[in-house]
């Protein structure tokens, strides 16, 4: 549908008014300089014919009128003009001259009120102009004729040069209705193509707009619009791929919450039995109890992801001695160590100092030596470190476990993901949450792991002002 000013209408419209006005500049320009040099070579001519017709009168001494007669009947066959001579009385009195002899045979007054005549009889001297007479347009030059002081003239009619003139203006009329009509339905074409192409991507914007990613937006001009389209359908996969993101993670988090809680409805269920003996009641309530800590960590997991994705996240910068996080961290862990027969050590450089948020660095220190503690069988040993490595500060958490498989290797860090068939089960959200911290931080999470040997570290910017290392 064309929108009225819409982009077909104006571009016709700027066509338009770029022909029109070029053409109007060009008949400004033409047609009077052209009118302009035929005239001019018009009187060039006739100036040069006076002045040569000048030269022969002057040979003639005593002129007859019979001679005159001869003389300017001659010299209009050859220059192609009315000749008249005219006699001077000085001055001139009422602005008429008496002529003496006329090659034409219409003779009149009017020629004697001639004004290019009059003025080279005023001046003596040669006078040139364009004069109109009766209505007609005459090229006319006059020259006084020094032996007897009278004034020769030479008039010519413009007709054919006007004539040429109003031809060519005719022919720019005519070019420029053409042209203009062109432009017209040309604008109008290319703007029909181009408003086209709009609408399909304005469709296909709706489209998006209204949650349909299926339907790729394709123009295959090479043009500014076509690198619209592009642009479009770059943002459309983006959507359609952070669309899935989002209805994986609500599919993934309600799924991961209605478990614990399906299992608390059940064993409360079963502690409302009043039947029930002591020892059992206390085993199901350590149970709630466990499940009531999943829940939190998980509620927890999904708050901190969220604020993140909406960029709610507070992160200080502050010096964290990452010597104290590790040992701080050790020490949490230690029970749960001891309990699932775990060895848990720990090594740390004076002088790893980070430039960070202590309680987000404990929070990743946390993560990676939990997965080290359930995620590998009893007998473990898990080494704590941290490091200084030049401008950069690590904590690395390696553990002597079965390891991770290549296949999975690359997908520990995605939202939920956990090894199947893994040692222990959790949500699978420690790890995407510390890499999107350390990133925060401006630091990074990796992992490398072989059977025998898996490495997670955590690498931050190191403190500027670190003390000095002590000379060894
Ligand atoms: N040290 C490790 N050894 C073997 N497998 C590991 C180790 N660390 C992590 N993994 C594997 O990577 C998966 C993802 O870890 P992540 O910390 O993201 O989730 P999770 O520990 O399962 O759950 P959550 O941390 O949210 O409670 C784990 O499920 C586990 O299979
Ligand atoms: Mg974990």
């Keep these: 549908m064309s929108i009225p000013g819409g982009i077909r209408v104006k571009l016709a419209l700027a066509l338009l008014g770029i022909v029109g006005g070029s053409l109007l500049a060009a008949y400004a320009i033409v047609v009077p300089s052209l009118e302009r040099n035929l005239v001019n070579a018009k009187l060039d001519q006739l100036q040069r014919d006076a002045e040569a017709l000048a030269v022969n009168y002057a040979g003639l001494d005593a002129v007859s009128q019979r001679r005159l007669e ?58 040139r102009a364009r004069t109109t007479r009766e209505g007609r347009e005459y090229a006319e030059v006059a020259t006084t004729l020094l032996s007897t002081g009278n004034v020769l003239l030479l008039s010519s009619s413009l007709e054919d040069q006007l004539a040429t003139v109003a031809l060519v203006k005719r022919r720019l009329l005519y070019a420029t209705i053409a042209a203009l009509l062109i432009a017209a339905v040309l604008g109008f074409a290319v703007a029909a193509a181009h408003a086209r192409r709009l609408g399909r991507i ?143 050590t720990v090594e740390a450089d004076d002088d790893a100092w980070a430039f960070a948020d202590e309680e987000r660095v404990q929070q990743i220190a946390r993560a ?17 470190r941290a490091e200084r490595r030049d401008a950069r500060v690590a904590i690395v958490v390696e553990d002597d476990g079965p390891g991770i498989a290549p296949e999975h290797l690359g997908r520990v860090f995605q939202r939920f993901y956990r090894v199947e068939g893994g040692h222990a089960s959790g949500s699978g959200l420690g790890l995407p949450i510390a890499r999107e911290l350390a990133g925060r931080m401006h630091g990074t999470v990796t992992v490398t792991s072989r059977p025998g040997e898996t490495i997670f570290t955590l690498e931050l910017p190191a403190e500027v002002e670190i003390p000095a290392r002590p000379a060894a």
Excluded: C, W, Y
């Design 70 to 127: 001869e003389f300017v009947g001659a010299s209009a066959f050859v220059s192609n003009a009315r000749v008249v001579v005219f006699a001077v009385k000085d001055p001139p009195r009422n602005d008429v001259l008496l002529s003496l002899a006329d090659s034409s045979a219409v003779g009149g007054v009017e020629i004697e009120r001639d004004p290019v005549a009059l003025a080279a009889a005023k001046v003596v001297g040669t006078v």
């Design 368 to 384: 990676l030596t939990g997965n080290a503690l359930v995620h590998t069988p009893s007998g473990t040993t898990v080494r704590l």
């Design 202 to 344: 304005q469709k296909a914007a709706d489209r998006i707009a209204e949650g349909a990613f299926d339907r790729p937006v394709i123009d295959n001009g090479n043009d500014e619009v076509g690198q619209l389209a592009g642009s479009f359908d770059r943002m459309r996969t983006q959507l359609a791929q952070l669309d899935l993101a989002r209805k994986e993670f609500v599919a993934n988090a309600s799924h991961e919450l209605r478990t614990p809680l399906f299992s608390l409805a059940g064993f409360l269920e079963l502690l409302a039995d009043e039947d029930l003996d002591d020892e059992t009641r206390r085993e199901f309530l350590v149970t709630t109890r466990a499940q009531v800590d999943r829940l939190t960590k998980l509620a927890t997991d999904l708050l901190d992801l969220s604020r993140m994705d909406v960029g709610r996240i507070r992160i200080e910068r502050e010096e964290v001695g990452l010597a104290e996080v590790v040992s701080v961290v050790a020490e949490e862990f230690g029970a749960l160590a001891d309990a699932s027969g775990h060895t848990l």
